[in-house]
T-cell receptor, first 116, second 112 residues
Framework: NAGVTQTPKFRVLKTGQSMTLLCAQD?????MYWYRQDPGMGLRLIHY???????AKGEVPDGYNVSRLKKQNFLLGLESAAPSQTSVYFC???????????????FGPGTRLTVL | GDSVTQMEGPVTLSEEAFLTINCTYT??????LFWYVQYPGEGLQLLLK?????DKGSNKGFEATYRKETTSFHLEKGSVQVSDSAVYFC???????????FGTGTRLQVFP
């Protein structure tokens, strides 16, 4: 049981390049999330998914796209990277998110992205 | 809207000191409350949680009590260790929102 895994762990891009971050979970969770973490700003939600084939915008969705073709995977894409997207990206998953006791989110180890 | 407010850090303590990190919240309905911890270079992991008023969550010597009357969920530990140095996030989940609302995090530094 690997939990939540993210690939790659590190990446350096040039402005305008594209890339995809992969998140995978083996806990059969319905809900998956992408966050970015920047110094002094805590965690900010980019996009999330409440089930296979669904996606929704979070707090800072501009410049990112996501897909959830399989229940266990949640992909985050940057079509044209910008220096403002330099950040640490975290994926998380949960069984539910309904205000109840099963709402624990499980986080991956993060991807450190630098855009030059 | 729903929100979480944490005390700003960093909090700097000597080993074996008493720790309190304040967290207050604003929410419609009756949220579940969480403390997450992030060790250097790692993702967040759940430290403890409480799902209804007067519940006490506890783990690894840390405790927090869900206080509905003061809308608070303060984190406490009686005797901190160097290994507790990390960033601590308070969070809440509210019915039908599909999301966790996080505070901005509080960095704890413990010196020997």
């Amino acid at each position: 049981n690997a939990g939540v895994t993210q690939t790659p762990k590190f990446r350096v891009l040039k402005t305008g390049q594209s890339m995809t971050l992969l998140c995978a979970q083996d806990m059969n969770h319905e809900y998956m999330y992408w966050y970015r973490q920047d110094p002094g700003m805590g965690l900010r939600l980019i996009h999330y998914s409440v089930g296979e084939g669904t996606t929704a915008k979070g707090e800072v969705p501009d410049g990112y796209n996501v897909s959830r073709l399989k229940k266990q995977n949640f992909l985050l894409g940057l079509e044209s990277a910008a220096p403002s997207q330099t950040s640490v990206y975290f994926c998380a998953s949960s069984y539910s998110m309904s205000g109840g006791p099963r709402d624990t989110q499980y986080f991956g180890p993060g991807t450190r992205l630098t855009v030059l | 809207g729903d929100s979480v407010t944490q005390m700003e850090g960093p909090v700097t303590l000597s080993e074996e000191a008493f720790l309190t990190i304040n967290c207050t919240y604003t929410a419609t309905g009756y949220p579940s409350l969480f403390w997450y911890v992030q060790y250097p270079g790692e993702g967040l992991q759940l430290l403890l949680k409480a799902t209804k008023a007067d519940d006490k969550g506890s783990n690894k010597g840390f405790e927090a009590t869900y206080r509905k009357e003061t809308t608070s969920f303060h984190l406490e530990k009686g005797s901190v260790q160097v290994s507790d140095s990390a960033v601590y996030f308070c969070a809440l989940s509210v019915l039908n929102t599909d999301k966790l609302i996080f505070g901005t995090g509080t960095r704890l530094q413990v010196f020997p």
